[in-house]
T-cell receptor, first 113, second 117 residues
C-alpha cells in the first residue's frame, strides 16, 4: 500500500518569510512519481511539480524549490520569500504511471501581510 | 499541458435525485480516467478507476450501485450519483491519463461541487 504523510496541518507565516512544507512517503514500488499540487479556495488543483523516483536532483523554479531524499523517503517543498498569494492548501502526492495518485492530508498555508 | 474539463462545475440537487458529472479530455485520448472525492477540509480520496470500454474498478467502501461510472469513449467518462443524499455533498474531481506521455501523465479537471439539499 502507498502512503503519504504531511504532518503539518496548518502553517502561518508573515510575508517574505521562507517556509518549508514536509512530505514523507511510503511505497514498495521501485519506480514511482512524486507530486506537489496547490489548491486555492476555488478548489481547482494547480500542478507544481512531478519528480521521477530515479531523479534525486533538487529543483528550483523561481521562489519554489524541492528537496527529494530517497534515503529518508521525503520530498519537501520550500517557498522562499512567501507572498500572500501563496496562501492555499498544498498537497503532496505519490503514484502516477499506471497508478492513481495517493494524496497526503494537505498543509494549509496562510501568509499574513 | 493537456486539458481536462468537467461539467457542471457546481450543482445543487434535492435528496433522492440523480446527478451526472462529465469528465472530458479535450486534446488527447484517455483510456483511463480516475474519479476522486474531497470532503470539506479533507484530502482527495480515489473513488474509482474508469477504463474505456470496460467496467470501472471501485475502491473499497465505495458503492458501485450508487456511483455509476461510464467510460464510453476515449475522451469522456461520466459519474452518476444515484439517489443522492446530503452526505454525498462533496467536491468531485476527475483526472485523465495520457498514455502517449512518458510515465503516463495525469491531468486533473477543475472539479464539480455537489450540494445535496
Amino acid at each position: 500500500a502507498q502512503k503519504v504523510t504531511q504532518a503539518q496541518t496548518e502553517i502561518s507565516v508573515v510575508e517574505k518569510e521562507d517556509v518549508t512544507l514536509d512530505c514523507v512517503y511510503e511505497t514498495r514500488d521501485t519506480t514511482y512519481y512524486l507530486f506537489w499540487y496547490k489548491q486555492p479556495p476555488s478548489g481547482e488543483l494547480v500542478f507544481l511539480i512531478r519528480r521521477n523516483s530515479f531523479d534525486e536532483q533538487n529543483e528550483i523554479s523561481g521562489r519554489y524549490s524541492w528537496n527529494f531524499q530517497k534515503s529518508t523517503s521525503s520530498f519537501n517543498f520550500t517557498i522562499t520569500a512567501s507572498q500572500v498569494v501563496d496562501s492555499a492548501v498544498y498537497f503532496c502526492a505519490l503514484g502516477g504511471g499506471r497508478r492513481a495518485l495517493t494524496f497526503g492530508s494537505g498543509t494549509r498555508l496562510q501568509v499574513q501581510p | 499541458g493537456a486539458v481536462v474539463s468537467q461539467h457542471p462545475s457546481r450543482v445543487i440537487c434535492k435528496s433522492g435525485t440523480s446527478v451526472k458529472i462529465e469528465c472530458r479530455s479535450l486534446d488527447f485520448q484517455a483510456t483511463t480516467m480516475f474519479w476522486y472525492r474531497q470532503f470539506p477540509k479533507q484530502s482527495l480520496m480515489l473513488m474509482a478507476t474508469s477504463n474505456e470500454g470496460s467496467k470501472a474498478t471501485y475502491e473499497q467502501g465505495v458503492e458501485k450501485d450508487k456511483f455509476l461510472i461510464n467510460h464510453a469513449s476515449l475522451t469522456l467518462s461520466t459519474l452518476t450519483v444515484t439517489s443522492a443524499h446530503p452526505e454525498d455533498s462533496s467536491f468531485y474531481i476527475c483526472s485523465a491519463r495520457d498514455f502517449r506521455t512518458v510515465g503516463y501523465e495525469q491531468y486533473f479537471g477543475p472539479g464539480t461541487r455537489l450540494t445535496v439539499t
